[in-house]
């Protein structure tokens, strides 16, 4: 299989997830929501949108917009933006061990 097939199968599942999710919580405009999802994973699976370049887009408008506010709220927000990609992969670490262990005791 190719990485773009890959890619586009996973916009698949994360589109229809999000119209199953959506949908059951009774938001409105569920297919919006839906293609929305669809959209945004397949430009970041397929390496339209670089990943870095919309964190470095997001950091830079979050702490503009909020340092704006007050300089402390901004101080804030440059502490957050550093300290997510750290829990974020925590986070991971902790799901895969316990796939891993979940699998292993299944095994």
């Known amino acids: 299989m190719s990485d773009q097939f890959l890619a586009l199968l996973v916009a698949d599942l994360v ?27 397949a430009a970041f699976s397929t390496g339209l949108i670089p990943v870095q370049t919309m ?35 925590q986070r991971l670490c902790g799901r895969w061990r316990r796939a891993i262990a979940a699998h292993a005791s299944r095994a």
Request: net charge positive; proline share 5%; glycine share 12%.
């Open 15 to 41: 589109g229809a997830m999000t119209l199953w999710k959506v949908t059951r919580a009774g938001a409105a405009y569920p297919w919006a929501w839906s293609l929305g999802a669809w959209a945004a994973t």
């Open 55 to 89: 964190i470095l887009i997001a950091g830079v408008s979050m702490i503009v917009g909020v340092g704006l506010i007050t300089p402390l709220v901004g101080v804030i927000a440059v502490v957050v933006l550093l300290a997510t990609p750290v829990i974020v992969v």
